[in-house]
C-alpha cells in the first residue's frame, strides 16, 4: 500500500477506534538535496527502509503527541492525542463535534454532547443523561480502543504499508533541521527526522482522493493519564 494511504489508515484507525504535534514539521523548505551530497545513512535507503526505521523509532519511544486531520465524502476529522504506552487520552473532533477520550487500565472512557450518543441510536433519553457526562464503554467495545495506543497505531501503519512501499527519497530541511522525505508519485509524503537522534516520523501527508495529515511530536515525553471519576457505565444505564 502506498505511503498515501497511511496517513489515511492512520487516522481512521484512531476515529474508529473511539465512534501534538509540531505544526511547524509541515513546513519543509524545498532546499531539496541527494543522499550523496549529505552523507545521511538514512537517506541512502529506500522507500522502505525510510519507513520502517521511521516507523520503529515511533514505537521505541514509547510516547508521542499525534494531531491529525482527514477529510473523506465531504465530512471533516480531526484528533489530537497523547498515545503512551498501552494509554491514551485527547479529543477527536467529527464536523465540528468534539468527543474526547481516555484509554487507560484496559478501559475507555468518553465524554460527549447528547448529539453524538443519538448519532449511533442511542434513545434521546438516554443520550440527554450522558450529555457531558464521562463514560464507560462495555468491556467489548473497549477493546477496540487499543488501536489508540501508540503500539496500536504503529501496528497499523505497519500493516496498511505491505510490501508496496516505494517512492522517491530526498533530503530536506525543517526550520534548519535535516529530514529525509519520501515522496510518492501523488505528492503524498513522509517527513522523517535525520539529526542526530532517533529517525522519528514527524509527518505523515496523503494528498489522495480523501486527504490527510498526521503529525508527531513530543516523543518520549509523558504525562499523567488516569481513569475519570464516577463515570457512567453503559452497561446500566437504563437500567
Known amino acids: ?22 505544526e511547524d514539521a509541515g513546513t519543509a523548505s524545498p532546499a531539496t538535496t ?75 472512557y468518553v465524554r460527549a454532547p447528547a448529539d453524538f450518543w443519538a448519532a449511533f441510536g442511542m434513545p434521546a433519553e438516554f443520550a440527554g443523561q450522558l450529555e457531558g457526562q464521562w463514560v464507560l464503554m462495555p468491556e467489548e467495545a473497549a477493546g477496540s480502543f487499543s488501536t489508540l495506543t501508540l503500539s496500536g497505531l504503529v501496528d497499523e501503519l505497519r500493516a496498511s504499508g505491505g510490501d508496496e512501499i516505494t517512492g522517491e527519497v530526498t533530503s530536506e530541511e525543517v526550520d534548519g533541521e535535516p529530514v529525509v522525505v519520501v515522496t510518492q508519485e501523488d505528492g503524498s509524503t513522509l517527513t522523517v527526522a535525520d539529526g542526530e537522534g532517533a529517525p522519528y516520523p514527524l509527518r505523515i501527508e496523503d494528498k489522495g482522493d480523501a486527504p490527510a495529515t498526521v503529525e508527531f511530536s513530543e516523543f518520549g515525553e509523558t504525562v499523567e493519564i488516569t481513569a475519570p471519576e464516577n463515570p457512567v457505565d453503559l452497561n446500566t444505564l437504563g437500567g
Open 1 to 22: 500500500m502506498r505511503i498515501r494511504r497511511l496517513a489515511t489508515v492512520g487516522a481512521a484507525a484512531l476515529l474508529l477506534a473511539g465512534c501534538g504535534g509540531s
Open 34 to 108: 541527494s543522499a550523496a551530497e549529505t552523507g545521511s545513512s538514512l537517506a541512502e535507503q529506500d522507500a522502505a527502509g525510510v519507513v520502517d526505521a521511521a516507523f520503529s523509532a515511533l514505537e521505541e519511544a514509547g510516547a508521542a503527541h499525534v494531531v491529525g486531520s482527514m477529510q473523506e465524502s465531504g465530512s471533516t476529522q480531526e484528533l489530537d492525542l497523547q498515545l503512551q504506552g498501552e494509554d491514551a487520552q485527547g479529543t477527536i473532533t467529527m464536523d465540528g463535534t468534539l468527543v474526547e477520550l481516555v484509554y487507560t487500565a484496559g478501559g475507555a
